[in-house]
């Protein structure tokens, strides 16, 4: 999975209450994304990164926050979960937003918000 | 809106026979393409894309995928169908100019090989 690790790979949580995920890469790669896969949606951006401190917003980010402190270290934030939050959360990385650079997966993460 | 469809949620395809998962786009200029293929509970897997060039593109295991600008169309292709073929496959796109790299994905289509 291209030096890509996620933790955890599981998490039951309840109803409102935080959860962070973490996204690692040993690729010192620039650029960092968060989606989420569910069901007849196929995967959806949450939120990206495009360097240390710098983050924006993707299609569905609302409920979310995201924080990048280090190159290698991209973390997702639900501030209070909500059982629509339920989904298997992936973390990508490139090399550049260039059209010749690749975006690589890392495992997921499965959320279950009880 | 950037959009993107696979219209088939299943394909069902004997092993040895050819096997064609679609894929149509509505994104502005001349995107970026790209194919990925998830295996259960694993993440997704790079197959190829197109960026500028010949319109037939070759990737990993065997697999092909024809760029057509006026369709506005990026079909999977593969000659013969293996049963390790079988798998979740999805088709991503990006504007040329999108800051961020930014992929906007199709819903997937189930592809499954049987011997």
């Known amino acids: 999975d291209a030096g890509i690790t996620q933790s955890p790979r599981h998490k039951v949580t309840e109803t409102g209450t935080p959860v962070t995920l973490r996204c690692h890469q040993t690729?010192?790669?620039?650029?960092m994304y968060w989606y989420r896969q569910d069901p007849g949606h196929g995967l959806r951006l949450i939120h990206y990164?495009?360097?240390?401190?710098?983050?924006d917003k993707g299609e569905v980010s609302d409920g979310y926050s995201v924080s990048r402190s280090k190159t290698e270290d991209f973390l997702l934030t639900l501030e209070s979960a909500t059982s629509s939050q339920t989904s298997v959360y992936f973390c990508?990385?490139?090399?550049?937003?260039?059209?010749?650079?690749?975006?690589?997966f890392g495992p997921g993460t499965r959320l279950l918000v009880l | 809106a950037q959009s993107v469809a696979q219209p088939e949620d299943q394909v069902n395809v004997a092993e040895g026979n050819p096997l064609t998962v679609k894929c149509t786009y509505s994104?502005?200029?001349?995107?970026?393409l790209f194919w990925y293929v998830q295996y259960p509970n694993r993440g997704l897997q790079f197959l190829l894309k197109?960026?500028?060039?010949?319109?037939l593109v070759k990737g990993s295991y065997g697999f092909e995928a024809e760029f057509n600008k006026s369709q506005t169309s990026f079909h999977l292709k593969k000659p013969s169908a293996l049963v390790s073929d079988s798998a979740l496959y999805f088709c991503?796109?990006?504007?040329?100019?999108?800051?961020?790299?930014?992929?906007?994905f199709g819903q997937g289509t189930e592809l499954s090989v049987k011997p």
């Open positions: 990164s495009y360097g240390v401190k710098d983050t």
């Open positions: 991503a796109v990006r504007e040329r100019n999108n800051q961020g790299g930014k992929l906007i």
């Open positions: 994104v502005s200029g001349n995107p970026y």
């Open positions: 690729e010192n790669h620039r650029y």
């Open positions: 990508a990385i490139s090399g550049s937003a260039g059209g010749r650079e690749t975006q690589y």
């Open positions: 197109y960026i500028t060039g010949d319109n």
